[in-house]
């Protein structure tokens, strides 16, 4: 037999080793050409991270996936990398995802495929917390204490370079927390110290300057907010124009205001607020920045107004008036 012969028969006989591997080979992992044994890293409620083994000429990669019942596989995104993260999946879902390549230039392709169910909506948001940053707020110095907070609230100490105003600087800061990350709607700041509260609002770029009405609670100066932001202690107090942030202390007993009937009148949100069922209640819907909304009536630091079909009631502090006698 000749060399010629010879060849031929191993290129059939190699054929035939690659066909019965292929056939063989488990329908959750079918690859051929080089080996990038694909495999899942992480995963999430609306997202999943794979990786593979990359091959050594960094081909680009695509990445597709569908859902079990789907016909066609959908582009998730490409990479020069081995891992891949698909976001905005459903939960408890179960995936196909294939990551393939071919490279004209060494003229080698290869694809992988595996299924994969994401992970149920409590169970990534057990993991988010875990995860999460350390909440830092408990462990300011002694002589502020900030409470309300959840476990994502994060607090630091900030000094007259961080505040970055000179009209505030010039009243003689004592004291300054940055409270950001997730803000629960009623955080109260104390400072051992005595002095005036103000609030620098991190919803507005610069920083916008607010009065924020303080109280004493247990020989310390307090104050409340509902949002992120600056709160500062001044030895000297500030006029202002601004809304005042609500920031009444929790009463020993509930305060029953006398509500205030309003007659044509209409208003605009400076911010997007809470709609809630009853003043300070349940909270029922968002009302948005820029909405013009009817309020009918004033209850104590409440509007009550009509947004989307739904009537609640509102912060009276962060808004303009259209039209009419709003208070």
Known sequence: MSERQLAKVFRIALFISIAAMLLGANVALAQTGPHINLRVKDV?????????????????????????????????GGTTGSTFKIKGLLPKTSYQIKVSFYDAVVRAEASATITVRT???????????????????????????????????????????????TDVIARDVVAAVDIWSEVPNAIEVCFQNAGTLVFLDAAYTPRMLMPLLSYERNGMTCGRIDRAGTVVLLHEPMQLDQPIVPANPV????????????????????ETLFLRAAPDGEIIGLVWLNSEVPAFEINGHWYKVEFEGKTGYISRYFREVVYGACG
């Open 119 to 165: 992970a149920a909506k409590s169970k990534e948001l057990d993991a988010e917390v875990t995860k999460a940053t350390p909440t830092t707020c408990p462990h300011l110095p002694s002589t502020v204490a900030v409470s309300g907070h959840s476990m994502l609230t994060q607090c630091r100490m900030v000094d007259q370079s961080a505040i970055g105003r």
């Open 44 to 76: 999430r409620t609306t997202r999943v991270t794979i990786k593979w083994d990359p091959v050594y000429w960094d081909p680009d990669y695509a990445v597709h996936y569908r859902e079990i019942d789907a016909d066609e596989l959908r582009y998730a």
């Open 251 to 270: 009463p020993t007993a509930p305060v029953v205001a006398s509500p205030i009937p309003l007659d044509n009148c209409l208003i605009k949100l400076v």
